[in-house]
């Protein structure tokens, strides 16, 4: 079993910067792929970025420039650098973990662990 804890969310200014963690616990973390989403309300779960258990990065098209994922393998923790901020990127921010699956896609998943949540507020 994998446990999955974020932090790092909070509230921040339009144009402002946020790392997000995700540290994990248990589990063989480091073989495993691993991703963000985010939900915020009213609307779906939404892909962010995922990287390989390689350290590969995959970002949504609409997040490319400004997000960056990163792993720390001898850390278990996975980071998501949010930069140049909007406020339509106010959501929760979830990480989830896999292992690699030949029907496995950065998007879709499976994903078999997910995190809490961490809030992420960006005001105007």
């Known amino acids: 079993q994998v446990q999955l804890v974020e932090s790092g969310g909070g509230l921040v200014q339009a144009g402002g910067s946020l790392r997000l963690s995700c540290a994990a616990s248990?589990?063989?973390?480091?073989?495993?792929?691993v991703a963000w989403f985010r939900q915020a309300p009213g609307k779906e779960r939404e892909f962010v970025a995922a990287?390989?258990?390689?350290?590969?990065?995959y970002y949504a098209d609409s997040l490319k420039g400004r997000f960056t994922i990163s792993r720390d393998s001898a850390k278990k923790t996975v980071y998501l650098q949010m930069n140049s901020l909007k406020p339509e990127d106010t959501a929760v921010y979830y990480c989830?973990?896999?292992?690699?699956?030949?029907?496995?896609?950065?998007?879709?998943?499976?994903?078999?662990?997910w995190g809490q949540g961490t809030q992420v507020t960006v005001s105007s």
């Open positions: 989830a973990a896999g292992p690699p699956r030949p029907s496995y896609s950065y998007t879709l998943g499976p994903y078999d662990y």
């Open positions: 248990g589990g063989t973390f480091t073989m495993y792929h």
């Open positions: 990287v390989s258990w390689l350290g590969s990065p």
